[in-house]
């Protein structure tokens, strides 16, 4: 079993809806939590970050992290067709050791 | 505000070849790493800097080496090329407080 788990897709919806991605993970050390859009061809770029559990919005996204269950998700309310992308979900412990991303969900959003 | 620069964004090699791929932020940022993406794997892991003049391997270290020339450079290094090293190479930065990774645009790297 990989350390994070997240759905490749595509996951297709239509231009409006509220999109849900989500990740499991089973490191029990990893507290930090974060998420990126990737467009084709080009680099992973910082959506959220969320320390330990809870919720934090930020504009149309949301993110939400339970560590009790290890299941972080990613919330766009009102996608538009430019959210249209790749999101990774990325983790790490305390130290500075790297991330340990899933292997991200194609996202595809319909006019 | 450049961020993470990496050059080149293209390359071909052939097997045997060698070759450095560059790094550099100016964000004056003490962590660094080398990751690879493929299809369907994700982004793994190479080698990490932690702060300069340290280095450590990844998940994936093997048929690279790596050199933190200072705190702003970081250069991945392919002694051998082998085909199964074609993939994009992504160069990130983060602060040992702030612990979002930032990421440069990526090398496209084939060898055949």
């Known amino acids: 079993q990989k350390e994070v788990e997240q759905d490749p897709g595509p996951l297709s919806v239509p231009e409006g809806a509220i999109v849900s991605l989500n990740c499991t993970y089973s490191?029990?050390?990893?507290?930090?939590f974060m998420w990126y859009r990737q467009y084709s061809r080009k680099g992973p770029e910082l959506l959220m970050y969320t320390y330990s559990s809870g919720n934090k919005e930020d504009g149309r996204f949301t993110a939400q992290v339970d560590k009790s269950s290890k299941y972080i998700s990613l919330f766009i309310r009102d996608s538009q067709p430019s959210d249209s992308a790749t999101y990774l979900c990325a983790m790490r412990g305390g130290g500075a050791d790297g991330l340990t991303f899933g292997k991200g969900t194609h996202l595809i959003i319909q006019p | 505000n450049a961020g993470v620069t990496q050059t080149p964004k293209f390359q071909v090699l052939k097997t045997g070849q060698s070759m450095t791929l560059q790094c550099a932020q100016d964000?004056?940022?003490?962590?660094m790493y080398w990751y690879r993406q493929d299809p369907g794997m994700g982004l793994r892991l190479i080698y990490y800097s932690a702060s300069e003049g340290t280095t450590d391997k990844g998940e994936v270290p093997n048929g690279y080496n790596v050199s933190r020339l200072n705190k702003r450079e970081f250069s991945l290094r392919l002694e051998s090329a082998a085909p199964s090293q074609t993939s994009v190479y992504f160069c990130a930065s983060s602060s040992i407080m702030n612990t979002e990774a930032f990421f440069g645009q990526g090398t496209r790297l084939t060898v055949v």
């Open positions: 490191n029990s050390a990893f507290q930090y």
């Open positions: 964000m004056n940022h003490n962590s």
